[in-house]
C-alpha cells in the first residue's frame, strides 16, 4: 500500500504565502517524478509543478517566479511553497508521485486526497 498524505491548506489573503507538503509512505522502492496539480471549481485539473528525482522542475506559466516545487528525497516528500497568491490560485490542490513498489514492478502514479486552498481578494 502507498499513501500520499498532503498538509493542511488554509484560507489567505491576495499577497500572502503558504507552503504545503506531500509524504509518500508505505511499500516504496523507488519515487521518479513527484508534482502539485490543482482543480478549481467548474475548471479541469491542471498542472502547476513537476519535479524529477534529480531536480529538474517545470512549472505552469501563470505560477512562474512565485511558486516553488522542492523535494526531500529521504523523506519521501515534496513541496510547494507559494508567494505572491492572487485569487485565482484558489483550489484544491493534490500532490502525485510515480512510484516503484518494487523492482519487479513499473512506476504508477499515485495521488493525494487533496487539500484546499482559498485566497481571498
Known amino acids: 500500500q502507498v499513501q500520499l498524505v498532503e498538509s493542511e491548506g488554509g484560507l489567505v489573503q491576495a499577497g500572502g504565502s503558504l507552503r504545503l507538503s506531500c509524504a509518500a509512505s508505505?511499500?516504496?522502492?523507488?519515487?521518479?517524478?513527484m508534482g502539485w496539480y490543482r482543480q478549481a471549481p467548474g475548471k479541469q485539473r491542471e498542472l502547476v509543478a513537476t519535479?524529477?528525482?534529480?531536480?529538474?522542475?517545470n512549472y505552469a506559466e501563470s505560477v512562474k517566479g512565485r511558486f516553488t516545487i522542492s523535494r526531500d528525497n529521504a523523506k519521501n516528500t515534496v513541496y510547494l511553497q507559494m508567494n505572491s497568491l492572487k485569487p485565482e490560485d484558489t483550489g484544491v490542490y493534490y500532490c502525485?508521485?510515480?512510484?516503484?513498489?518494487?523492482?519487479?514492478?513499473?512506476?504508477?502514479?499515485?495521488w493525494g486526497q487533496g487539500t484546499q486552498v482559498t485566497v481571498s481578494s
Open positions: 502525485n508521485a510515480d512510484i516503484m513498489v518494487t523492482p519487479a514492478h513499473k512506476f504508477t502514479t499515485y
Open positions: 519535479i524529477t528525482y534529480g531536480g529538474h522542475t
Open positions: 508505505g511499500r516504496i522502492f523507488s519515487i521518479n517524478s
